[in-house]
Every structure is written in structure tokens, then in C-alpha cells.
């Protein structure tokens, strides 16, 4: 059974840290692009960050450059979003996504999800 499964999120003081796991099985994860993607309450879904299969490229919208960093351990399956400095309007739940190989940072060109994890950060 091909599953991603999210780990990581919690409650933490604006300024603080998380790092956002997303592993997988049922399939070779480093073939695979990996996207981050969040959802607040009465938002639409958005990207926040994505990796390219080889590790080589990586993306991130514009309000959590210089604060996110994705990344990838090919030999542990498992994609990490790690997250510093984080605010207020960062709280949403947060998924991973995969697409085999090609590169795209669009929601609809990812089909296979996790079931998301929820960030919180206080004021």
C-alpha cells in the first residue's frame, strides 16, 4: 500500500522551531518530486515547499524563504520541511504530496498525500 505519512507537527511560540517529517513506504521515494503544502482554517490549500527527486532543486513560496528549508534522506525514505522562526500565520495543517519524477510546484500535479499534521504557533 502506497501511504506518506506526515510526523512532527505540534504547538510552539512564535520565533520557535519544528521539523516536519514525511515518510513513506510502498514506494521508492527518491524517484519521486515531494511537496509541502498547508492549509488554514477557511484557506485554500497552498504550496510552501517542494524537492526535486534528486535533491538537486528545491522551491519555497515567497513568506517562508529564509525560514524553511526541505530536504531529503533517500536512504530513510523520508522527505523533512524544517521550520524556524515561525509565526502566527504559519498555523495550518500541514501535507506532504509526491509525483513521480517531473517537477511541479501546482497542487493538482501531486496524487499521492498524506493525511497532514497540525502546526500551531501561539503568539
Known amino acids: 500500500q502506497v501511504q506518506l505519512v506526515e510526523s512532527g507537527g505540534g504547538l510552539v511560540q512564535a520565533g520557535g522551531s519544528l521539523r516536519l517529517s514525511c515518510a513513506a513506504s510502498?514506494?521508492?521515494?527518491?524517484?519521486?518530486?515531494v511537496g509541502w503544502f498547508r492549509q488554514a482554517p477557511g484557506k485554500e490549500r497552498e504550496f510552501v515547499a517542494a524537492?526535486?527527486?534528486?535533491?538537486?532543486?528545491?522551491d519555497y513560496v515567497d513568506s517562508v524563504k529564509g525560514r524553511f528549508t526541505i530536504s531529503r534522506d533517500n536512504a530513510k525514505n523520508t522527505v523533512y520541511l524544517q521550520m524556524n522562526s515561525l509565526e502566527p500565520k504559519d498555523t495550518a495543517v500541514y501535507y506532504c504530496?509526491?509525483?513521480?519524477?517531473?517537477?511541479?510546484?501546482?497542487?493538482?500535479?501531486?496524487?499521492?498525500w498524506g493525511q497532514g499534521t497540525q502546526v500551531t504557533v501561539s503568539s
Open positions: 524537492i526535486t527527486w534528486s535533491g538537486v532543486a528545491t
Open positions: 510502498g514506494l521508492t521515494l527518491s524517484s519521486y518530486t
Open positions: 504530496a509526491a509525483r513521480f519524477q517531473a517537477w511541479t510546484t501546482a497542487i493538482r500535479g501531486y496524487n499521492i
